[in-house]
């Protein structure tokens, strides 16, 4: 069954944005494209000096998809408009391009630089925890029936991982994902964690921080999901120990700054690794599988190495081990 992770990606070029822009939404100004592994997205500079994002959504994406996305950053907003969060500016428009219907949109654009970009300390990783608490506070309470759903990005999604294993170019990788996958399933009991909708893809590409490495924002909510609750820092902790020679430190200050303000239980915190090796197992196993489908889209290749790098230093390591260090460091 084809999704947004099989179709391609819209391809309009910057004439026809014009085009829209005009038609759409009233505006004009220049248009310049940005990175986006399964949507099409614009930055937009208007002749009036203001900045929006232009958002093309690939043409699997579910109307509903996208109204949840709306109406979640507008509850965050209305709970703590201290979190930067992509606001959508108007109604979501449909356009049709040889034959193919779009849902286009227009939301504000965040200033900040990209946590990829920037180097960060102890403290600013446990400010980032805290931010990503607030978020988790901000969301309380928040449902919409779209988020139920089955999606490749969701941890419990396990089959869907195995299901992209042939994709895989070694039998060590094959391995891999498959001890990570046990070791989930023979530790963690999925009833001991709470449930919630969660914006599920804090990656260093979707959170913004200032100069002084304070977290200032976070955009992308294509991936929310109802899933557990402690998968909301657990991605996070998944990324922000890539490419550190000591993953472990910056991973616990996220979880120490996350449970400082939305406590978790001691079973979701000795959850947490787990789930952060299995966010990892997706990003292969998807990337892999989408380079297949679509190997001229860069982007889908961004994460792999420092995530099979991140895989092979924690397959060595006792996760039980671990969850229990990780376990001790934020609530003592």
């Known amino acids: 069954?084809?999704?947004?992770?099989?179709?391609?990606?819209?391809?309009?070029?910057?004439?026809?944005?014009?085009?829209?822009?005009?038609?759409?939404?009233?505006?004009?100004?220049?248009?310049?494209?940005?990175?986006?592994?399964r949507d099409q997205n614009f930055l937009i500079q208007s002749n009036?000096?203001?900045?929006?994002?232009?958002?093309?959504?690939?043409?699997?994406?579910?109307?509903?998809?996208?109204?949840?996305?709306?109406?979640?950053?507008?509850?965050?907003?209305s709970k703590d408009s201290d979190i930067g969060v992509p606001l959508q500016i108007g109604e979501i428009k449909e356009y049709e391009k040889d034959g193919q219907k779009y849902f286009i949109r227009l939301v504000e654009y965040l200033e900040g630089n990209f946590l990829k970009d920037s180097t960060m300390s102890d403290s600013d990783h446990e400010k980032l925890g805290i931010y990503f608490g607030r978020l988790s506070q901000s969301l309380a309470?928040?449902?919409h029936p779209a988020a139920d759903r089955e999606f490749e990005w969701d941890v419990r999604a396990t089959e869907l991982i195995k299901s992209r294993l042939d994709n895989l170019e070694s039998e060590s990788g094959n391995k891999i994902v498959n001890?990570?996958?046990?070791?989930?399933?023979?530790?963690?009991?999925?009833?001991?964690?709470?449930?919630?909708?969660?914006?599920?893809?804090?990656?260093?590409?979707?959170?913004?921080?200032?100069?002084?490495?304070?977290?200032?924002?976070?955009?992308d909510f294509g991936d929310m999901v109802y899933s557990y609750q402690v998968?909301?820092?657990?991605?996070?902790?998944?990324?922000?120990?890539?490419?550190?020679?000591?993953?472990?430190?910056?991973?616990?200050?996220?979880?120490?700054?996350?449970?400082?303000?939305?406590?978790?239980?001691?079973?979701?915190?000795?959850?947490?690794?787990?789930l952060s090796c299995v966010r990892l197992c997706i990003s292969v196993t998807m990337s892999a599988w989408r380079m297949n489908l679509f190997p001229?889209?860069?982007?889908?290749?961004?994460?792999?190495?420092?995530?099979?790098?991140?895989?092979?230093k924690l397959e060595n390591e006792d996760l039980k081990e671990w969850s229990q260090k990780l376990l001790d460091f934020v609530k003592y």
């Open 1 to 37: 069954m084809s999704s947004v992770f099989s179709t391609r990606p819209p391809s309009f070029s910057e004439p026809e944005i014009t085009e829209i822009l005009a038609a759409q939404f009233v505006l004009s100004g220049q248009s310049s494209e940005l990175y986006s592994e």
């Open 48 to 77: 009036s000096d203001q900045k929006y994002v232009l958002k093309i959504s690939n043409p699997e994406e579910r109307r509903e998809i996208l109204d949840l996305q709306n109406e979640a950053t507008l509850f965050i907003h």
């Open 141 to 143: 309470g928040f449902s």
């Open 179 to 219: 001890h990570f996958l046990n070791e989930f399933e023979q530790n963690i009991s999925p009833h001991e964690l709470r449930m919630a909708v969660i914006h599920n893809d804090g990656n260093d590409h979707n959170i913004l921080v200032d100069e002084q490495g304070e977290t200032t924002g976070i955009i």
């Open 231 to 274: 998968t909301e820092p657990a991605v996070c902790m998944a990324y922000v120990g890539l490419e550190k020679d000591d993953p472990f430190m910056p991973m616990a200050h996220v979880m120490k700054g996350y449970h400082s303000c939305f406590p978790l239980t001691d079973s979701e915190l000795k959850s947490a690794l787990y």
């Open 296 to 312: 001229e889209i860069k982007y889908l290749s961004v994460s792999q190495k420092p995530a099979w790098d991140l895989l092979r």
